[in-house]
């Protein structure tokens, strides 16, 4: 019998040879924590979002605290917002006392080390439910959603975000709140362009979450068709070209292949946000003992990293954190 002289065994035979040459890493570093926020002074438990709740006042600073103390050093705020407030031109958005400026203030007053970003899109803000506005007809209008969108960022910028984070998936807009950013005195702010963002069914808790659904019709003239891989380089030619700083592929999991597509395109970082569906289906089978939350968590995101994300929006990054510690 030949006795094969290459042996790929060999290279796992003891955790610390396994150790020395593992190909990718998981870190808190690499995390970005999302977190829910609203005006009451009660957290809110998200039923399809065990773990997850829709912060107060008070509840936003105890966790910011708690996740820098766990190494978390980023968070993305989504806010949900009282349905008195929502309009179809979706003005609170960019209101200077509304409820994201607000709650950057105090966590930038409190934690001035903790880097802030924030969504930039108005569906959480519109009576329509839509990231853009809404004409008679049916219609998302692009030109006109992003004149908003820059007011948006500039009231985020105003008090003191970090990073925005344009989700909306307009055309053009990277641009528009670049230059809009700039020309206000803002060009340290940073944007995270949601290059690829898909018109995906895994954001279902998400939208119970903030209340944000479309009241009339879907996202599928704005958002990308699941079925495409290709359109999402072009995307991301556009996004660069326009001055993004980072770019992200929502969700992650079921699009690995997009993320690692645009490594391989760019040398700008990559992102990827593990959306409400994926963490809500670990949970759900780990909760029916049909899996063990801790191992398939650690593996989805590490996938994520190896696809070739740099940093992962996931509402695990506490939970990893302890793991990581233990």
């Not at 993320?259 to 992102?271: E, G, M, N």
């Amino acid at each position: 019998m030949d006795r094969p002289i290459s042996r790929p065994r060999r290279n796992r035979r003891t955790e610390v040879i396994r150790s020395l040459v593992r190909e990718t890493a998981l870190d808190v570093s690499h995390l970005v924590l999302p977190l829910f926020i609203h005006a009451g002074k009660e957290d809110i438990p998200i039923a399809a979002m065990p773990g997850c709740a829709r912060l107060g006042v008070e509840g936003l600073l105890r966790v910011a605290e708690g996740t820098l103390a766990d190494g978390i050093r980023s968070i993305v705020l989504f806010p949900a917002i009282e349905e008195s407030l929502k309009t179809r031109q979706a003005e609170e958005c960019f209101h200077a006392k509304g409820l994201i400026p607000q709650s950057i203030r105090s966590l930038k007053k409190r934690f001035p080390e903790l880097v802030v970003m924030t969504d930039i899109a108005l569906d959480p803000y519109s009576s329509d439910g839509h990231d853009g506005l809404v004409a008679d007809d049916g219609r998302i209008l692009n030109d006109e959603t992003v004149e908003i969108l820059c007011r948006q960022a500039l009231c985020h910028a105003e008090a003191g975000a970090d990073i925005v984070a344009p989700s909306d998936m307009m055309d053009g807009r990277v641009g528009a709140i670049r230059r809009s950013l700039d020309a206000a005195g803002y060009q340290e702010v940073s944007i995270l362009a949601y290059t690829a963002k898909y018109a995906s069914a895994y954001y279902g808790p998400f939208r119970e979450a903030l209340d944000s659904a479309p009241r009339a019709g879907d996202k599928k003239t704005y958002q990308m068709d699941p079925s495409n891989s290709r359109e999402a380089l072009r995307e991301l030619a556009l996004d660069e070209m326009e001055g993004a700083d980072m770019v992200m592929v929502k969700p992650a999991g079921p699009y690995l292949d997009v993320i690692a597509k645009l490594r391989a395109a760019t040398t700008l970082p990559v992102a990827a946000y593990q959306v409400s569906g994926e963490y809500a289906m670990i949970q759900a089978a780990a909760k029916m003992g049909w899996l063990e939350e801790k191992a398939v968590a650690l593996e989805s995101l590490l996938a994520i990293r190896r696809a070739g994300a740099d940093l992962i929006l996931t509402y695990f990054a506490r939970k990893v954190a302890e793991w990581l510690r233990s």
